[in-house]
C-alpha cells in the first residue's frame, strides 16, 4: 500500500435518476461515485449478504479468481479526470512458483462491488482525495431524508 493512500469505507447508497451515488469516506470527508443501476444493485447485495439464485457477474469472476488461487489484495481509486473516476484492482496469486500481484484496470463501481464481496480494502489516492469534491453535506442529507420517510411510514402503519 502506498502510504499516501487513503483507506475508505461505504457509507451510504443514494438513488438518482440515471444511477446511484455511491459515499466513501474515512469519517473526516466523503466523496461520491456514481454507478449504474446493476452495479448499485450488486453492492447492495454485497453489503447486505444477500445469496443471489445463480451467479452474477461478480460472482463468476470471483469464482475465477478463487479456481485459479486468487485473492483480491485490495482497490484503489487512482485517477479522477473529468469527473470520471478510475480505479486497479490488486491480484494476488501465490503458488510453488512465487507470489505474483497483478494490478488490473477496472472500473471503481466494479472494483468496490468487487471489494465488498471479498471483504478487501478500498482506498483512493490522496491525489484523488484531494482533488474530489467533499460530499459529506450530501450523505448527511439523504440520511435526513431517508429517515424522514421511514417516520412516515412508520406513522402512515400506526394509523392503519
Known sequence: MNKEDILVTVK?????????????SNDEKTITIFVDHSVAAAITMFIHGIK??????????????????IRVQ????????????????????ESELGR???????????????????????????????TAEDMTWALEQAQKEAEEKQQEDDDEEENK
Open 12 to 24: 451510504g447508497l443514494v438513488p438518482t435518476p440515471t444511477g446511484c451515488g455511491v459515499f466513501l
Open 52 to 69: 443471489k439464485p445463480r451467479p452474477l457477474t461478480h460472482d463468476l469472476i470471483a469464482n475465477i479468481f478463487a479456481g485459479l488461487d
Open 74 to 93: 485490495k482497490v484503489v481509486v487512482n485517477d479522477l479526470k473529468e469527473d470520471t473516476y478510475f480505479a486497479r484492482l490488486y491480484l494476488v496469486q
Open 100 to 130: 505474483h500481484v497483478v494490478e488490473v484496470d477496472a472500473r471503481p463501481s466494479d472494483s468496490i462491488a468487487i471489494a465488498l464481496q471479498q471483504d478487501c480494502p478500498i482506498y483512493v489516492s490522496s491525489r484523488v482525495w484531494d
